[in-house]
């Protein structure tokens, strides 16, 4: 009798739970491929004309788990990877991102050494906190995401890059979605706050929002939307276009910073 007492109790609670999902918003948009995504208006570019890749010079991503590829196998197959893939141009890239990072953990790490060219950063989901009571997550405050943020700008600059600011991606549900806007205006106040280039990653999926881009958690990007959002940035700059399959060529894969 009692372990019926238990279920009872445990399916009374996943009910409960799911009318306060479905009441606040925060039911994802699922689908049985994967999660919808819920599409803000893009945010307009800073400045509208295309990024002008260095010539010569390592590139540097810099985020949290979308990546990192934490959630599609590793750092291989994010997006920075599918962006070099695109470049018809060798270049050296870097990838210095984490699992559940805010601006703030970034900044206690150690950036990787040596001379930067230029750099895209994208953070800002961790800092929103967007699961809200479904997660043990607490958000940082939208002027302290700010400040980190330009402190994370300048600690950049002095390595010699230029800036491409990215708001974070857009998630899966209403709820979620409400709570990460505030974080991409933040994001596009902060890049033109310090001159950086600005860049809205929702931009990448407009064009088809019955996709699937998201996985069933409605946060982590699908392994084609990774491809896609590498794509999306490839053609955002002055030198890169789809690699061409017939060419011998290909750029070394991005590797992977180790902070301690």
């Known amino acids: 009798m ?8 445990s399916a009374a ?15 994802p948009r699922w689908t049985f491929g994967g999660t919808r995504m819920v599409l803000p208006s893009v945010l307009e570019p ?20 979308n990546t990192a590829g934490s959630r ?18 060798n270049k050296a890239v870097k990838v210095h991102a984490f699992g559940g990072a805010t601006v703030r953990d970034v900044l206690i790490r150690p950036l990787p050494e040596g001379e930067v060219s230029l750099a895209f950063v994208m953070l800002g989901t961790n800092d929103a906190a967007p699961r809200a009571w479904l997660s043990k997550k ?16 300048t600690k950049l600059r002095a390595m010699g890059a230029r800036i491409v600011i990215l ?21 596009k106040d902060v890049a033109q706050a310090t001159s950086s280039i600005f860049r809205d990653p929702a931009a990448a999926f407009i064009a088809n929002p019955a996709a699937d881009f998201l996985q069933r958690d409605a946060v982590h990007l699908t392994p084609e939307a990774q491809n896609q959002l590498g794509l999306w940035l ?27």
């Open 2 to 9: 009692r372990w019926r007492r238990v279920a009872g109790l």
């Open 234 to 260: 490839a053609y955002q700059t002055t030198s890169a276009s789809v690699a061409d399959n017939s060419s011998t060529g290909k750029p070394s894969p991005p590797s992977a910073s180790q902070p301690s």
């Open 72 to 89: 599609v196998g590793g750092v291989r197959f994010a997006y920075p990877a599918a962006f070099l893939e695109a470049m018809t141009a």
């Open 13 to 27: 609670v996943l009910v409960l739970a799911s009318g306060a999902a479905v009441a606040t918003g925060d039911l």
């Open 138 to 153: 607490r958000r940082v405050p939208l002027a302290t995401y700010r400040a980190n943020l330009i402190e994370l700008v």
């Open 167 to 187: 708001a974070p991606p857009p998630l899966g549900s209403c709820a979620m979605q409400h709570r990460l806007d505030p974080y991409r205006l933040a994001a």
């Open 46 to 65: 800073i400045p509208a004309s295309p990024i002008l890749l260095p010539a010569t010079g390592t590139i540097l991503f810099v985020g949290d788990s």
